[in-house]
Each structure stands twice: as C-alpha cells, then as structure tokens.
C-alpha cells in the first residue's frame, strides 16, 4: 500500500497515477495541530487497514498531478540520520570514519517537506548546499533494544529522503536543519511491497544528470543494524524516520535546479530549489569549499 499525505494535510492511498482520499473514513482532522494523525494511523495501523482498504476500493480516485503531496509524517517523535554509511561516500569526503563507528545524529522534524514542496535555499554566499539521496526507514511499533533478527517487526515503511546539506565544518546538525531540508516522499510504501530492502537500486538526478547511483545492498552499517543501534539508545516510536545515509555522487544544488529521486518500490519524487532571502547566520558568514577526494 502507498500512503500519501497531501494538500492541507489529507491522507491518501495512491494507485497508480491516482490517489483516493480516505480522510473522512479514518475520521481524522486534516487542520489539527499538531499534525499528529499520521502517527496515530501509523501506531494504529493494524486495525484501521481494513477501514483503509474499503475506503480505497469504494472512494473516487483523483489524479496525483490535480494534488500537492506533502511529507507523509510532519510530526515525528524524531528523524534519525546516519553519517558516511557507504564506503564511496566517505571517500569521497575523506572521511575516516564509517556510521558503524560514528553513530547517528538527528534531523528536527521542522526540516521535512514533501515532494509536492520545494527546498528553499538559504541566502549563504561562498556556501554550496549539497543533495545527499537517502532511503528513509518509518518505524511502525514502539521498538527498544531490538535485536538483528528482529527488525521487520518494527519497520511500517519505506520512501525516498533527501537529506540536504550546507557543506562547511560547522556542526552538523546545524548545517542540516534549514526548513525543507528533509525532503520525505512521494509516499510511504509500506513494509509488504518492499520485499527486500536491503537491495534497493537509488539513482538521483539533478537537471537530468545522473549525480547518485547505488544499491542498499552496499550500505556499510545494513537496516539490521541501524534499527539495533537507534533502538539501543532511544525508545523509537512509530513514524520515527531512519534516513540511512548517502552514497557516493553528492553536489550542490542551485535556485532553479530540480531534483529527481529514485528507489525501486519507492517510486520516485521530483523536488524543485528555489533560491530564498532569509536564512544568514553568522557561523556561515566564512566561505567553504568541499574539495572531494579520490
Ligand atoms: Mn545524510
């Protein structure tokens, strides 16, 4: 099943080219605020599917160019991110460090946009803000120290993420936490139509050069393993957003360039850059040049 959130927070269930809304038959309030809904049909999906599926069959489709799609969780407990996680990545960067020793760092919430919404670029001169392709995990159930042969039991989906970048030595989490620098989308597939995640192809373009293609098959810390170290130090809660990491190929971006992800089962998210007025901080105020190595 793809679930989609879109316009002013209504959720759909897509097939195909089209998208029936199922809002109304899961009783949610598309204004509520927060935006919490998609964590409660995520926590609750078990039971409500067949109200779900009923709602799918007998409502009318829509065209998904007629709507806006929106990132399908906004209000996450938190995204989790891991850095370096394919050894041509850290190579690139010259990075000695891989996630499996370095751990995660984490993204705040307000950094998700969705495919039908731009990436608006900060107004920070001498600084390149980079697209890093990432397949991102959605929790489905409460998980804590989970084991290896655990995982799928806490995995409710997948979809394609964009974990975007003011490149520079500052940290990092800064550097990642403008508004829109989480692109999430175009949907969540979940778990059952992603039979084998681990062997995934991911190809990004921006402007129709092919910047980015791997497989996460050559994810250095696997999905295994990042659901067992998240879950080690924090209680992951449904809708949690795991983005796994980039390969090699990274590079910037600029006002006007579009963006095209691509994960097999995952479908694919078109993103427009806008270049934005706001957004000057004085950590940036000396340029930076990534030189990318071998
Ligand atoms: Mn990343």
Redesign the pocket.
């Known amino acids: 099943m793809k679930l989609a959130r879109f316009d002013n927070g209504r959720i759909g269930v897509v097939a195909g080219s089209q998208i029936v809304d199922v809002t109304e038959a899961l009783g949610l309030d598309p204004d509520e605020w927060p935006p919490v809904a998609p964590v409660r049909l995520i926590s609750d999906f078990d039971r409500l599917r067949p109200v779900l599926e009923q709602a799918a069959a007998t409502g009318t489709p829509v065209p998904l160019s007629e709507v806006t799609l929106r990132t399908p969780v906004p209000w996450p407990n938190k995204v989790v991110?891991f850095?370096v996680n394919y050894h041509a990545h850290g190579a690139e960067m010259g990075a000695g460090y891989r996630a499996t020793n370095q751990g995660f760092f984490l993204k705040p919430n307000s950094s998700l946009s969705g495919a039908g919404e731009p990436v608006v670029l900060p107004d920070l001169p001498g600084r390149e803000v980079h697209h890093?392709s990432?397949l991102a995990i959605v929790i489905g159930k409460t998980a804590r120290d989970v084991s290896r042969a655990d995982w799928r039991d806490y995995v409710f989906g997948y979809a394609c993420l964009l974990?975007m970048v003011v490149r520079g030595r500052e940290e990092r989490v800064a550097r990642k936490a403008y508004d829109t620098f989480c692109p999430v989308g175009p949907w969540i597939t979940t778990a059952e139509d992603v039979p084998n995640p681990e062997s995934l192809r991911m190809q990004l373009w921006v402007d129709d050069e092919l910047r980015q293609d791997a497989n996460t098959r050559d994810l250095v810390l696997d999905i295994p393993g990042m659901i067992e170290m998240a879950s080690a130090v924090m209680t992951l809660y449904p809708g949690d957003i795991i983005?796994t990491?980039?390969p090699e190929g990274v590079g910037p971006v600029a006002g006007g360039s579009k963006i095209r992800i691509a994960i097999d089962h995952c479908g694919e998210m078109n993103v427009d850059v806008v270049q934005g007025k706001g957004g000057k901080a004085e950590m940036f105020a000396e340029p930076y040049q990534l030189v990318k190595k071998a």
Do not use: F, V
Request: glycine share 12%; proline share 12%.
């Open positions: 991110a850095p890093e990432e974990d983005a990491g980039t």
